[in-house]
């Protein structure tokens, strides 16, 4: 417990993940409330306002998923 109180906002590693993902997710983990954006900010990031126009079939997605 003290290590998630006392230590670092967690991270995720470059190997895997782009730099706009690491840095949304970065936004999202900062400990203090004051640092961390607001939604409306977050919905503007790179990272999400990127797929705004993208087509979403969710029946066809979750089916993928399913079937693996």
Known sequence: MQQVVGGPAPSLPAEGFTDEFRDFISLCCKKKAEERPKYVDL???PFISRFHDAPLDISQFAI???DG
């Open 43 to 45: 919905l503007k990031h």
């Open 64 to 66: 993928s998923v399913i």
